[in-house]
């Protein structure tokens, strides 16, 4: 691939009504100091295509003004979704696809590490392919990308790994800007379990299983920053992740006998189930907590009661109970109130 056939017009784009031709999925995490430059050239990139669009930007689990900045792009075709725990990247990109209309779904990352511009030409690409997928690769003849040396170690190892372990003919699985077809999203994305760092190499790996085997690798440039989040405790959840789709592919066979609880246009009712059902385990959490170390501070009390009286002499054993029974009723009145609270 040698750049775009043609130049996209330079008259802006306005957009219609009519269902969009693309989605643009941008999950975002801890983006607030650029996320409104980012989707600003993105917009504007898109705008020139000349085809109807959307961008769905999902700000995951962000405690900054992250949510606030992307509304800032204040445009009918501009929708912006928040939830307050953070899920990981996989589990944004489902929440945005699941309340997308586009005929092709592209990815992008919020950093802005990838030049929007590249959606252009992947679109060109996927439909001169007829292609099911069209993945950036760091591995293309014609990629310029500057990363860190070890990075470049990280990954060529763990691209290796890939190859041996599911044979995909795909030398990059990570580069966060990919476009699928809507159908192969609608019959693989009720299948993914991974929700975090392999999400991308799930929904591959089941892509090919489930027959949409015509990807095409694109030539991708990053070079501005190259922002990165990997560290040994990111590498091993990668690892387990991987090792965790390879067990369900080859052993547990659940790709082949899957009977998903959700279709594809049920899923945005199923993640928000999901986010509530993580919200209740939390706060179950949390007081269960509280309950424990209430309670440990009320024996840690009463021990030190007793203890004060045997040492000091200066009450008895009746005194000491006296001063326990005291306690108690209100004691037992907290631990009512906070399992009460946890079963809400």
């Not at 990629?143 to 290796?160: C, G, I, W």
């Not at 082949?256 to 059902?277: C, K, Q, W």
Request: proline share 4%; aromatic share 8%.
């Amino acid at each position: 691939m040698t750049g775009l056939a043609h130049q996209p017009s330079r008259t802006p784009f306005v957009q219609s009504a009519t269902v969009p031709t693309l989605s643009v999925i941008v999950p975002t995490y801890r983006g607030g100091p650029q996320i409104y430059g980012n989707l600003v050239a993105l917009d504007h990139a898109l705008s020139l295509i000349g085809e109807p669009y959307e961008i769905i930007v999902v700000s995951d689990g962000n405690d900054d003004n992250t949510a606030e900045e992307a509304s800032r792009l204040d445009a009918s075709h501009v929708k912006v979704y928040h939830y307050h725990r953070n899920m990981g990247k996989g589990f944004a990109l489902r929440y945005g696809v699941a309340r997308s209309t586009g005929q092709i779904v592209t990815f992008i990352d919020g950093d802005g590490d990838i030049n929007p511009v590249q959606i252009a030409q992947y679109l060109r690409i996927m439909r001169e392919a007829d292609a099911d997928i069209v993945v950036g690769s760091k591995r293309h003849a014609e990629s310029r990308v500057v990363y860190p040396p070890v990075r470049r170690l990280y990954s060529a190892t763990y691209q290796t790994l890939l190859r041996v372990l599911f044979q995909l003919e795909v030398r990059d699985t990570q580069v966060g800007l990919k476009l699928f077809r809507r159908e192969v999203l609608a019959a693989v994305l009720p299948r993914i379990v991974v929700k975090r760092y392999a999400f991308d190499l799930e929904l591959l790996v089941v892509a090919r299983h489930l027959g949409y085997t015509r990807v095409v690798e694109a030539p991708v440039h990053i070079g501005r920053r190259f922002a990165s989040t990997i560290n040994q405790r990111a590498i091993a959840s990668i690892l387990q992740e991987t090792a965790a789709i390879f067990y369900r592919k080859n052993i547990l066979r659940y790709y082949d006998r899957f009977h998903g609880p959700v279709a594809f246009d049920t899923l945005s009712t199923y993640m928000e189930n999901e986010l509530a059902i993580e919200a209740e385990q939390r706060g179950i959490a949390r007081n269960v907590l509280l309950w424990l170390g209430d309670g440990c501070d009320r024996i840690l009390r009463r021990c030190y009661t007793v203890l004060r009286a045997r040492v000091h002499g200066d009450a008895t054993g009746s005194a000491v109970a006296d001063h326990m029974d005291h306690m108690d009723p209100e004691a037992d009145e907290r631990d009512e109130e906070t399992w009460s609270a946890s079963s809400r």
